[in-house]
Nanobody, 127 residues
Framework: VQLQASGGGLVQAGGSLRLSCAASGGTFSKYCMGWFRQAPGKEREFAAAICRSGGRTYHGGSVKGRFTVARDNAKNTVYLEIPTLKPEDTAVYYC?????????????????????WGQGTQVTVSS
């Protein structure tokens, strides 16, 4: 599976972005799709995940209630909506695909459960 993330950019604080991750080369609907982010000098952090039909979503503690993850299986694409951007949201955002899934949120925090990764898209938020 190949993943291509896009939609990042330079935005002012308070603005919004929708990141996209297009998948190819596999059966997209079989995968749980995750989003991670990595700020300069920090470890990669789990943001959100969504499984299969979209009925199950999981969010990292730092973004819960603010980020929204969605998927369109017909388009083989997963999205991450980031409203009200803050300077601390500045990071490279990565999408990833996990074939083996479990039904509890903590599982998706672990980057090792993901089988495929996209190249990342840079989000920079100016104050």
């Amino acid at each position: 599976v190949q993943l291509q993330a896009s939609g990042g950019g330079l935005v002012q604080a308070g603005g919004s972005l929708r990141l996209s991750c297009a998948a190819s080369g596999g059966t997209f609907s079989k995968y749980c799709m995750g989003w991670f982010r990595q700020a300069p000098g920090k470890e990669r952090e789990f943001a959100a995940a969504i499984c299969r039909s979209g009925g199950r979503t999981y969010h990292g503690g730092s973004v819960k209630g603010r980020f929204t993850v969605a998927r369109d299986n017909a388009k083989n694409t997963v999205y991450l909506e980031i409203p009200t951007l803050k300077p601390e949201d500045t990071a490279v955002y990565y999408c990833a695909a996990a074939l083996y899934t479990m039904d509890y949120s903590g599982y998706y925090y672990n980057s090792k459960v993901y089988d495929f990764w996209g190249q990342g898209t840079q989000v920079t938020v100016s104050s």
